[in-house]
């Protein structure tokens, strides 16, 4: 196998997570050194494993070369510490029934995929300012908490849709993410290396740790936003209306304080979790664990795993998978969803209906939502089922454009515009009110880089403006500017429904 890469050490709220026989302060009499599982270790029903999707169709997964060391890499990740704990599933997992009866509101976003060569203190918090500065926009605006759900810390996989790219006669398989193989189209970059699922958790235990350790000393307090401010956005159009929005809410913070004669100590820090979709099943599983003192099996690599319109088959190993474990779980529905299918999906899934286990996240794009989401939404209503609804107004509105000047006139180069994805999220406010649902989340693909992937917003990018700053190797994201736009227009039509 090589060289194994440097292991960090996890700082988890908990230490006792590491599998079914591991010794816990909670457990004294856990001090067994047999390999037998935990009475509670029970599956939802008899017929499932970590490993039963191995017996069904799998979509979407690597093609490695050498079975052996496959084995050897599976082995390892199953020794390794675990990324999240199950109390913090369901943290999450309450707080998302929550969502689903409109008492909340879902933030989820991120990148598209992580890269390695990302995995850097100024990357990691950037996109945590961004996620924080967003939800500060929607509470304030939007009148109702706010839970931040992550695209990071193990977004690592991609699904594609060709196996194979060409480029002037030479044909290499699709790079599938860092989790898989890397981007430089060269036979052995394209190479599938299950060793990289090693580093991939280990990039996403140092994201976590980043992560816990600013937040835990105090980077989201609301007293100071500013902690929060991002550089290049000194003149942004939309700074000015970010600030006054920060004073209000820190009079608002210092009347409270001055009135009770205390710290409001329940906003001197927030909650954060992370998502993934479950893409690489050999990687999922071996990180599946059962935990002492609770029922079940969990995935222990990110806090909310989420299936693709691709992989959503009832019949498939993704969904045979994921209705054995008891995170959330997040579906993708799109065009291609047939109500009657997503219903089987939810059977399968959910079958005792529990709050917050499903987050259905929508992605039509623009001109398809009018057409595509009410028959899913009456389907849905009419089963009687409480699920989260959640929005993503990316995926759909992916788009090729031709720049007709710049370094890049002439080529195709995949955007999307800021005006669709906006018009996307109008429409799923209106269509949810007509429906009698509730939209209780967003999910967008994002950074907090200053970069020129998708047009418009406040700036006005154009078809021109790509190349100074396209960075992404999968999906266009938006840049700062356009992710707090976009969060201040989803603000304002949160206060409007609520007044």
Same mark, same amino acid.
């Given at each position: 196998m090589g060289a194994n890469p440097v292991q960090v050490r996890v700082l988890s709220p908990a230490l006792c997570e590491l599998g079914?026989?591991?010794?816990? /302060?909670e457990d004294p009499l856990n001090d067994r050194n047999d390999s037998k599982p935990v009475a509670n270790a029970q599956a939802a029903d008899s017929t499932w494993s970590p490993e039963s999707w191995r017996d069904r169709s799998a979509t979407q997964q690597p093609l490695y070369e050498d079975p052996g060391e496959v084995q050897s890499v599976v082995d390892h990740l199953k020794s390794l510490p675990p990324l999240v704990t199950s109390w913090e599933i369901e943290a999450l997992r309450s707080q998302l029934g929550e969502a689903a009866r409109g008492q909340r509101f879902l933030l989820q976003g991120g990148d598209c995929a992580e890269r390695f060569d990302e995995c850097t203190p100024d990357?990691?918090?950037?996109?945590?300012?961004?996620?924080l500065q967003m939800s500060l926009v929607l509470v304030h605006g939007g009148g109702r908490r706010v839970t931040r759900v992550g695209r990071f810390a193990g977004q690592y996989a991609k699904p594609r849709s060709a196996d194979l790219e060409t480029r002037d006669d030479v044909t290499l398989p699709s790079y599938r993410g860092d989790n898989v193989n890397r981007p430089e189209f060269e036979p052995e970059a394209r190479r599938p290396d299950p060793e990289l699922l090693v580093r991939g958790h280990t990039c996403s235990a140092m994201t976590l740790n980043f992560i816990r350790s600013l937040i835990d000393g105090g980077f989201a307090d609301l007293h100071h936003p500013e902690y929060w401010d991002l550089g290049f956005v000194q003149h942004s159009p939309l700074r000015a209306e970010y600030e006054r929005m920060t004073d209000s809410i820190g009079d608002s913070l210092r009347f409270m304080e001055s009135v009770a004669d205390a710290t409001v100590g329940q906003i001197n820090r927030v909650d954060f979790f992370t998502s993934h979709e479950a893409l690489v099943l050999l990687y999922e599983?071996?990180?599946?664990?059962?935990?002492?003192?609770?029922?079940?099996?969990?995935?222990?690599?990110?806090?909310?795993p989420w299936v693709g319109v691709r992989t959503a088959d009832p019949l498939g190993a993704h969904v045979e998978y994921l209705r054995g474990i008891r995170n959330p779980l997040g579906i993708k529905v799109g065009p291609g969803t047939d109500p009657a299918g997503l /219903?089987?999906?939810?059977?399968?899934?959910?079958?005792d209906d529990e709050p917050g286990r499903i987050n259905l996240i929508h992605r039509f794009g623009a001109h398809k939502i009018a057409a595509g989401l009410r028959p899913v939404l009456d389907a849905v209503k009419a089963s009687g089922?409480?699920?989260?609804?959640?929005?993503?107004p990316m995926h759909g509105n992916t788009e090729t454009v031709?720049?007709?000047?710049g370094p890049w006139k002439g080529m195709n180069v995949k955007t999307r515009k800021f005006a669709h994805i906006l018009a996307e999220l109008e429409q799923a406010f209106e269509i949810h009110?007509?429906?009698g649902t509730t939209l209780g989340g967003v999910h967008f693909e994002l950074t907090g880089d200053d970069v020129t992937e998708c047009t418009g917003g406040a700036r006005g990018l154009t078809d021109e403006d790509l190349a100074r700053s396209y960075r992404t190797h999968v999906d266009p994201r938006l840049?700062?500017?356009?992710?707090?736009?976009?969060?201040?227009l989803i603000a304002k039509r949160m206060g409007s429904w609520s007044r």
């Open positions: 079914p026989n591991t010794r816990t /302060l990357r990691i918090t950037s996109k945590l300012k961004i996620l599983s071996a990180m599946t664990r059962a935990v002492p003192h609770r029922r079940g099996f969990w995935n222990l690599s990110t806090h909310m /219903l089987a999906v939810l059977d399968l899934l959910d079958p089922r409480t699920v989260l609804f959640c929005c993503d031709v720049p007709s000047s009110a007509r429906a840049n700062y500017e356009q992710s707090l736009e976009m969060a201040m």
